[in-house]
């Protein structure tokens, strides 16, 4: 069994039971969002129990009741800049990303059954912990999303990858607008896989460390059994609104995305609207030409082209407003530059596509 360091101790623990190993997330005051500490420490424990032959599975799951993984710990990346390197790019801000995408990718391959627990907040580098993995599973209280253009960013983790894998367009609809995913909404997307009521996962997770692994491969033991647990998740809203979004969010450009949406009239077209408004115009554009691009790509150039993009960012002037209106002074009023998507130019998206100086993200 793993013996946790201090830091592991703080923020994140794992332990074996019966065949499974279980990692905790436990920064609850903080939604379980991701350190570079936490993920430093959760890598080489997932490459270990990969080759023991004593762990037949890994659960993840996260502490507190709130949320699973509200996402990577941005802030600290924003503070290790603006702070702490004179509005430079930070040892953090390239480290940060390198070492998240490089866990995202194990998790992709994960050889034995990956389980994670989308109980509670599910957003950004949440997702990246849980939608690389086999089982995914939902409660009433899951909410999940992408929410990365309301900060300036754009959809990573695999994104480029993932949203590409949901049906029809609603993976661009996903990624523009940040749009909150229920339980029903997540299975319908692909970004969930069953549905386990809250009060039945301590039942679910005690039987999954009492299986007998005899009994069949370890995906198969796993899958009847949290399949004896799950049930119907409901009606997703998103299906009644999919051929909107298939018709408006197949388009080319953000421009076309929103002159359709105004064709289209109607409550959801004018939701949709509302909240594109308010999202960062770079992002938007930088976004939907992420997810062009990312179109059949293996995740590891998919991950390697994220990566790209952040280094862009963090030069750039979105990211570091959106943290600010968001997490920072709370005002929730971005000064978007430019503020304008007509002023948006094609080299001001394609920058994000070159490579950063410091080289491009690798994998050993």
């Not at 599975?57 to 990346?77: H, N, S």
């Not at 064709?263 to 997810?291: D, K, Y």
């Not at 997490?327 to 094609?346: C, G, I, S």
Request: hydrophobic residues 45%.
């Amino acid at each position: 069994m793993t013996q946790p360091s201090d830091i592991q101790q703080q923020d994140i623990s794992f332990t074996v039971e019966g065949g499974v190993g279980i990692v905790s997330l436990n920064r609850p005051r903080a939604l379980n969002a991701l350190t570079l500490e936490m993920i430093r420490a959760f890598d080489p424990q997932l490459a270990a129990w990969e080759t023991d032959p004593a762990v037949k599975a890994v659960l993840i799951r996260g502490e507190g009741g709130k949320a699973f993984c509200a996402g990577g710990d941005v802030r600290a990346v924003w503070k290790s800049i603006v702070e702490d390197n004179g509005g430079k790019p930070s040892a953090l801000s390239r480290d940060f990303f390198i070492s998240e995408y490089r866990l995202n990718r194990r998790i992709h391959h994960f050889s034995k059954p990956y389980i994670a627990l989308l109980d509670g907040i599910t957003m950004g580098g949440g997702v990246g912990l849980s939608r690389h993995g086999a089982f995914r599973i939902v409660t009433e209280t899951s909410m999940i999303a992408m929410p990365e253009t309301a900060i300036g960013l754009f959809p990573d983790v695999g994104g480029s990858w993932f949203l590409n894998e949901c049906p029809g367009w609603t993976g661009y609809y996903l990624a523009l607008t940040g749009a909150r995913l229920d339980a029903a909404d997540a299975i319908y997307t692909e970004m969930a896989t069953h549905f386990v009521p809250q009060a039945k996962l301590p039942e679910m997770q005690a039987a999954l460390c009492a299986a007998d692994w005899s009994a069949g491969t370890a995906k198969a033991v796993v899958r009847k059994i949290v399949q004896s647990f799950a049930d119907a998740a409901g009606q997703p809203k998103l299906a009644a609104n999919r051929a909107i979004i298939d018709i408006c969010f197949q388009k080319d450009s953000v421009p076309a995305i929103l002159a359709a949406l105004e064709a289209q009239g109607g409550a959801f077209a004018h939701e949709a609207l509302e909240t594109l408004a308010h999202r960062s115009p770079t992002s938007m554009c930088v976004s939907l030409e992420q997810l062009r691009r990312g179109r059949g790509l293996s995740i590891e150039a998919a991950l390697a082209m994220e990566y790209r993009m952040t280094q862009a960012c963090m030069r750039g002037h979105d990211f570091f407003e959106g943290i600010r209106a968001v997490l920072v002074d709370k005002d929730h009023a971005p000064k978007w530059q430019p503020a304008r998507l007509q002023d948006v130019t094609q080299e001001l998206v394609e920058g994000h596509f070159a490579a950063p100086e410091g080289g491009d993200l690798r994998f050993d």
